[in-house]
Every structure is written in C-alpha cells, then in structure tokens.
C-alpha cells in the first residue's frame, strides 16, 4: 500500500480536484490510502467561524458560514451534473449542524470548541472528493479518519494513543475491500468520541501515522512546488530543489518551521525506513524530493526558514533575583498554559529572553499569568530566519536592513530575530 495526502491548494477548485482524479487515475493498480485536507482556505475560514461564535458576533457567524457554503457548492455545482446526488444533502446537513452553533450553550473550552468545528472542513473535503472519484471508479471508499486515529484529549493538538491506532487502522483495513481509501487529515477523536485535531498542518502527520501503522511502501505528499526547496519562494529568490535528503536532515528542517513537511511527520517513517516523496500536483510526472534514510547532499546547498509575525518577550524577576531552574520551570508552565510555542530562547543572570509563536489572546494571557512575579517586555511583528549549513555570506544575506535583536549559532544551524527596519 502507498499513502497520498493531498493539501488544501491541491483541491481548492474543480478543476483542481479533477487533477487529483488523474493522479490516482495513473496508480490505478495500487492500493491507495488518501488523506485530504480541507479546500483551499476552509481551516482559516472555520477559525474565523469559532471566533466569531466565541465573540457573539452571530451576524458575522452566519455570514462566514453562508460563504463557506457557496464555496463549496460552487465546487460541486462544476463536478456534479446531477444535483439530486446525495452528497448535496450529506454537505448541507453539515452546514446546518454548523449554523446550529449558534442556538447551542456556548462551551467554555475554547479549544474544544475549535476542534469540533474547525475539523468539519476536512469531513466536507473528503465527502465531496469521495462522492466525485466514485462517480468515475467503483474502487473508492470514504473513511472517517476519528474511527481510527485514537488520540488524547489535548484539544488543538492532541497526543496520538499508537498501540489503539494500529489496532483500529488494522481492523479497518481486514474489512475493507476497496483499492482507494480516502480519508481526512488534521483529525482524530479522544475514547469518550469527541472529535480532535492534531495541530495546524496535521495532514502530513496523519499520512505518517498510516503509513507506520499499515507498514507503507511510501508516502507521497503532493504540494503545489516540484519537491522540497531550499527555501520558501515567497521569501526568497533563486531557490533550489533538493533531490534527496535524509530523514535526520527533514526532521532538523521541520522542527525549525520549514513548511513543506509537519514536524511529526518524519520520526513515525524513519521508524521503519518508509521513503517519503515531495512531488508536484502540477507536474505529477516530476522527480519531487525524496526524504529516507541516508544521503550525502544535506550539507551541499544552505537551507532557509523563515517565520513571520514573531514575538520576543523578555522576562523578569520583580525581585531582582537570578533566573534558575525554578523560574524557568515557572515561566515554562505558563508559556504551556497559554498555547505559546517556543523557537528560540536565551537567559542571562537576570532574565529570561523567548521568542515565539503565540496569538493575541494567548500573549495577553501569558503576560497576565506572568505579571504578578515578573517585569514582562515584548517586541512583535519581528522576523525569525533559521539557516541550515550557512556561511558569512548568507547571514549578509538575510540580514541587510534588519535589525538583529537576537542570535543563535551552533555547527550546523545559526537563528536570528529581527525587526525589519523598511516596514518602520
């Protein structure tokens, strides 16, 4: 068995889901495990959703949902000629249990919340996807990804319960006759049967997850680029694919945010030697990447990360007291408690210096949670380039007309926050 996962670019159209259709169409004598994403930007449009709920804006809810709705219906009205098929009342009974929302006792779990409600675009995504190739093929089979990726109840970002996975992936494979299988990434479900995703790009990590509980041949992940760049092309110019690299090298790129490949991804198939491809959905007959188990390229060509919208906060005691482990254990927990993760850190004697991925609502709570025992400083909207392999010549690079307010450096790797200083 191969697994496929599809991302949101890859379906945000008809005509983009019609090319999905003729990739499979090229692996018809495979068994085919495909995971799908939401289309196009359906998971920033249902997060708006939630905050709309959550804010009581119910105007706005209703007007987010309706255009949610007209999206995909707009899809389906260019796949399907008959609209009396059955996946028009399946779509709109979702939507109906969405609007729905609004009249139901607002739960005080923010993140559960999201979970229940953000998830439904990948539940609308595979449903009309299924529907379509089944229209073609009589080889496809829907499945909902929560009767079998078991996971805590972490909500936003919750802990896989592997040995209970590979027990129900196992089960659901040993009834199932079809060759395609299509599925929903990003989601699973806790042991009471609430629903729950596994943190902001969790399709990839979904793939992996079935790709080691199901002993794969390999995973291909189809991105709207030719395989794995040396850098993002919305940031940087004269980027260069990378043809192989070894699973250490991916994880060590993930980890520092590189964005076509989720963190989580990688350990599951390294754990079994699966080889994972980055290929093309524009030009499925391309080479793409591949990631396994050794290669000699990693340190021929620097590699760039580039994250946006980054703080830095700068901690410290109100009693003037040194930053030990017992501060930082502190400091630690509360990051933790208000959804912040951590890309680079530093202390000195007196305080305790992080830069880091964190909403509004969570930055306001972080500094409230820290406010009683320490003076809290911070810098938004900086700038985080991680440099894999680097030299002089591309921290030069990377920097001019920054203003470098944080740096990092070991062998391999050199950090760096800054602030741009054309945008002031």
């Known amino acids: 068995m191969k697994v496929f996962k599809f991302g949101g670019a ?84 979702i939507f109906q249990t969405l609007i729905d929302q609004k009249e139901e006792r607002l739960v005080e779990n923010y993140d559960f919340q999201y979970d229940q409600i953000v998830s439904l675009g990948e539940l609308l995504s595979t449903k009309i996807i299924a529907a379509y190739l089944s229209l073609h093929r009589n080889d496809i089979c829907w499945k909902d990804a929560r009767s079998f990726i078991r996971t805590d109840n972490h909500y936003r970002n919750a802990e896989i319960d592997w040995a209970k ?61 030719p395989g794995m760049l040396n850098a993002d092309p919305k940031w940087f110019e004269n980027t260069v694919k990378l043809d192989k690299i070894s699973f250490r090298e991916a994880i060590e790129l993930a980890y520092y945010g590189a964005s076509v490949i989720h963190p989580k991804t990688i350990k599951p198939l390294q754990n079994k030697n699966i080889p994972l491809f980055i290929k093309s959905f ?38 003037f007291s040194f930053v030990v482990e017992e501060n930082l254990s502190q400091i630690f927990k509360k990051l933790s408690l208000a959804g912040g993760h951590i890309n680079v850190m530093q202390n000195s004697a007196v305080s305790f210096s992080v830069c880091l991925d964190i909403d509004n609502f969570g930055l306001n709570k972080l500094i409230d949670l ?49 602030r741009n200083l054309e945008k002031d």
């Open 370 to 418: 820290l406010s009683d025992e320490y003076d809290v400083k911070y810098n938004d909207n900086l700038e985080l380039v991680t440099i894999r392999h680097y030299d002089q010549k591309t921290i030069e690079r990377v920097t001019r007309n920054r203003e470098i307010l944080m740096e990092q450096k070991t062998r391999q790797t050199v950090r760096i926050v800054m």
């Open 282 to 319: 524009l030009s499925p007959q391309s080479e793409g990447t591949i990631i396994q188990h050794s290669t000699e390229n990693d340190e021929l060509v620097p590699s760039f990360i580039f994250k946006i919208n980054q703080v830095l906060l700068s901690i410290t005691p109100k009693d």
């Open 10 to 93: 890859s379906v945000k159209t008809a005509k983009a889901v019609r090319n999905v259709k003729s990739i499979l169409d090229e692996y018809c004598d495979e068994d085919l495990f495909v995971v799908v994403s939401a289309m196009g930007k359906t998971t920033n449009a249902m997060e708006n959703i939630v905050s709309a709920l959550y804010d009581r804006d119910y105007k706005q809810f209703c007007l987010l949902v309706e255009d949610r709705k007209a999206f995909h219906l707009d899809i389906m009205h260019e796949l399907f000629e008959d609209f009396s098929h059955p996946i028009f009342d399946e779509v709109a009974s």
């Open 165 to 225: 996975t590979h027990t129900l992936i196992d089960s659901e494979l040993n009834s199932n006759r079809s060759k395609v299988l299509i599925t929903q990434g990003f989601i699973g479900h806790t042991e009471e049967g609430f629903t729950t995703t596994l943190g902001r790009e969790g399709s990839d990590f979904t793939a992996g997850i079935i790709a080691y509980c199901t002993n794969a041949e390999s995973v291909t992940i189809w991105k709207d680029v």
